[in-house]
């Protein structure tokens, strides 16, 4: 894919998910857009060639990096060649930045060989992640009756689980050391 293709393709797919995303839920979104790019695994397999695996490893150094839309498109646009599919969401809401996560395959492609009748920009898939209380009520969901959610409830659950890991590490130190 031409770089110039992909950065328009990105942009739009951007826009689309920022309309989508507030559809379904009830936060602002300012326009500093910044991007957390992960592979959707940080190991080889046997399908990825030298050049995915030499990119793949270049993509797990930035897994937990905030990225400018810029830094985005030097690291997934190489040598014409980009991820097959890169499943975007907005994953924080924040006063000053819009955070957006992008999930990518570790398999690079040209342009012809992406899913062009799949989605509408590709390689992008604009999704918005189901909060767990939400998909019990999926039946309200799909017939367009309920209600917004905070698009914030992934970094919660996540910051949740980390202090919970500490505190579990914690416990055991103690407990280690009271042997």
């Not at 937990?64 to 907005?90: G, Y």
């Amino acid at each position: 894919m031409e770089r110039e293709k992909f950065i328009e393709h990105f942009r739009k797919s951007t826009e689309l998910l920022v309309d989508f995303t507030k559809q379904h839920c009830y936060n602002d979104f300012v326009e500093n857009y910044l991007f957390i790019v992960k592979a959707n695994g940080s190991d080889f397999h046997d399908g990825l060639n030298e050049f995915e695996k030499k990119n793949l490893k270049i993509l797990n150094r930035y897994a937990k990096k905030v990225l400018a839309f810029d830094q985005v498109v030097e690291l997934l646009h190489r040598e014409n060649q980009v991820p097959l599919w890169i499943n975007m969401s907005i994953y924080e809401s924040k006063s000053n930045a819009t955070i957006f996560e992008l999930i990518c395959s570790r398999r690079l492609r040209p342009d012809e060989k992406l899913f062009y009748k799949a989605v509408k920009y590709p390689p992008f898939n604009v999704k918005v992640p189901i909060p767990p209380d939400v998909a019990i009520n999926s039946d309200l969901l799909r017939n367009g009756i309920g209600e917004k959610f905070d698009v914030n409830w992934r970094k919660r659950l996540l910051d949740k689980q980390k202090h919970i890991n500490i505190l579990e590490k914690l416990r055991r130190i103690f407990t280690n050391k009271n042997k």
